[in-house]
Every structure is written in structure tokens, then in C-alpha cells.
């Protein structure tokens, strides 16, 4: 069955490529004119959006560096203890919702000092799965789709965040159990 998957997963992504190709001729419309077209406004996508990310990766690299994290970590971590959430993850929840990157690298601090069986291990593990880089994305997105009025898009994603936190706890201790 797994040797099926594994073939399965090399052709899907030329098949589906072909088919937007066959399509497209069947259709009688220029491919390569439309795929140009849309690789111009890609870039110009990121173009646009390009000092935002560069803003935001910029941020994380100062409270990376600046200590500010392991503050964090420190000063709220007597309160998260209580509900399960253990205090070496709370800049690691910060960072997640700015950069993916960055948090990747406090999970591989994570699990190097703690191991990945461990039960920190297995929050690190659900809580990179359950939880998004909120900032990060909206910014992104709204940069490019030009909103002004974001109303209650961080609340709700804010939301999100905590419930997927949440639920990574919840589902660690099930796991351990």
C-alpha cells in the first residue's frame, strides 16, 4: 500500500499539470501567454508585499537575539503552567505567530533539549501543526488583496490560535496516557 502512495504522490503533480495544459488547449486559450501573465502579477505580488516581510522577519530576529523571549517565557510561565502549557513553550507560541522559520528554530532547540517523545516534545509537535503564523499571514494578505478594515480578523485568529494551543495539550496528554 505504501509503495502505491509513494507512486501515486510522484505523478499526481505532473498529471495535474498536464491537465491544466490539456485544458487550456482544449479550451483554445494561449498557455504560455496566461501562465506569463500570471507569473507577472505573482511578482508584482511580492514585490508589493515584499518590506512587510522584511519588516516582520527583521522584528523576530531582534526579540530573537534581544533576550526578550526568554522573559516571556519566564515571567508568564508560572500562569501557563497551570493549565498544562509548559513555560519553555511560551516564546515559541509568541514567534509561531510571526514566523514560521523562526519558530521552527526554537522547536529544533525544543527538541534537542528536551527530546521528541518527551511531553514538552509532543506540544512542540501538535502546537506547530494546530497554530498558524496569524501575523505573518494577514499581513501578507492583506497587503495584497489592499484591506483596510480588518474588523475582527485578529480576534478571531487570535481565537484560533488559542484554541489550537488548547487542544495541543489536550491531545499530548492523550497521547502520553
Known amino acids: 500500500m505504501a509503495n502505491v502512495l ?10 495535474l499539470i ?5 485544458y487550456g488547449l482544449i479550451s483554445k486559450s494561449n498557455v504560455y501567454e496566461d501562465f506569463i501573465k500570471g507569473a507577472a502579477d505573482g511578482f508584482k505580488t511580492v514585490i508589493q508585499i515584499m518590506p512587510t516581510l522584511v519588516g516582520l522577519m527583521m ?18 510561565g508560572g500562569l501557563t ?15 509561531k505567530l510571526f514566523s514560521s522559520s523562526a519558530a521552527t ?3 529544533l532547540d525544543i527538541f534537542k533539549t528536551y527530546g521528541t517523545d518527551s511531553r514538552i ?18 499581513s501578507v494578505y492583506y497587503m495584497a488583496a489592499k ?15 488559542a484554541a ?8 499530548a496528554e492523550f497521547m502520553i496516557k
Request: glycine fraction near 8%.
Open 59 to 76: 522584528a523576530v530576529g531582534i526579540l530573537r537575539a534581544s533576550g526578550i523571549l526568554d522573559f516571556l517565557g519566564n515571567s508568564i
Open 121 to 138: 516534545g509532543l506540544i512542540t509537535s501538535i502546537l506547530m501543526s494546530c497554530t498558524e503564523t496569524l501575523f505573518y499571514t494577514l
Open 147 to 161: 484591506v483596510t478594515k480588518t474588523r475582527y480578523t485578529v480576534a478571531g485568529a487570535l481565537a484560533a490560535t
Open 164 to 171: 489550537g494551543v488548547v487542544m495541543s495539550i489536550v491531545m
Open 105 to 107: 528554530g526554537l522547536v
Open 6 to 15: 509513494a507512486h501515486f504522490s510522484n505523478i499526481i503533480i505532473p498529471a
Open 81 to 95: 503552567e497551570r493549565i498544562g502549557l509548559p513555560a519553555e513553550l511560551v516564546p515559541l507560541i509568541f514567534i
Open 18 to 22: 498536464f491537465y491544466i495544459v490539456a
